[in-house]
């Protein structure tokens, strides 16, 4: 069964803080690695997709690295608009149509 | 309208009501699916449709009865649903050929 854990729950910066986010995952062959995030009251927004281990995308002050047991959700110099909750999710190779197995979420707090 | 669309946003209903919630995607997707999200728990999938068929049911009741009429509109009906089933219904679409998924804003359902 495939398995998403991330950690930690919650985190609290302060503005300009850095920090990680992590995700680690048992899956019977990757297919992809999902982040997304999510604002009270709101759908989950699709941020990145991660498929093999090394790979690397950036957007803004996130940067996503993917190893074959975790990857890792890095925040540089965090603004309070970038306060979520970041969801983490995998799919299997072999998965029949595009079932994401997700994570219970980070919830970040920026503070100014 | 663009992205993922669900109405209504907030509903109320008592265990003996019947209601539907609508989801409607208008970016050329070919697959739909509904999610559940509970407080403190992972996103749950529910059903999954490709090329308006459902190719999914993860052990949902019957309580639930989802309905795809084209690839563009995916729906939920209610009856005599549990106080258990309050929760934020999601719906998301994605192209069949790529993993991405994208949601729409969700349904914050509360069965009283």
Redesign the interface.
């Known amino acids: 069964e495939d398995q998403v854990t991330q950690s930690p729950e919650a985190l609290r910066l302060q503005e300009g803080e850095s920090s990680s986010l992590n995700c680690s995952y048992t899956v019977s062959g990757l297919r992809g690695l999902f982040w997304y995030r999510q604002d009270p009251g709101k759908g989950p927004e699709f941020l990145f997709t991660l498929y093999s281990a090394g790979e690397e995308k950036e957007k803004e002050r996130l940067k996503a690295t993917l190893t074959k047991k975790e990857s890792f959700l890095h925040i540089t110099a965090p603004k309070p608009e970038d306060s979520a909750t970041y969801l983490c999710a995998v799919q299997a190779g072999g998965t029949s149509g595009s079932r994401l197995t997700f994570g219970e979420g980070t919830q970040l707090t920026v503070n100014p | 309208e663009t992205g993922?669309t669900?109405t209504p946003r907030h509903l109320v209903m008592g265990m003996t009501n019947k209601k539907s919630l609508k989801c409607e995607q208008h970016l050329g997707h070919n697959?739909m699916?509904w999610y559940k999200q509970s407080a403190?728990?992972?996103?749950e999938?529910m059903f999954?449709y490709?090329f308006k068929e459902q190719?999914?049911n993860n052990s949902v009741p019957s309580r639930f009865s989802p309905e795809c009429p084209n690839s563009s509109h995916l729906f939920l009906h209610l009856h005599t649903l549990q106080p258990e089933d309050s929760a934020l219904y999601?719906c998301?679409s994605?192209q069949?050929s790529y993993?991405?998924?994208?949601?729409?804003?969700?349904t914050?359902l509360t069965v009283l």
Not at chain 2, 40 to 43: A, G, Y
Not at chain 2, 99 to 106: A, I, K, V, W
């Open positions: 993922v669900q697959a699916y403190k728990k992972p996103l999938l999954v490709n190719t999914e999601l998301a994605s069949i993993n991405e998924q994208f949601f729409g804003p969700g914050r």
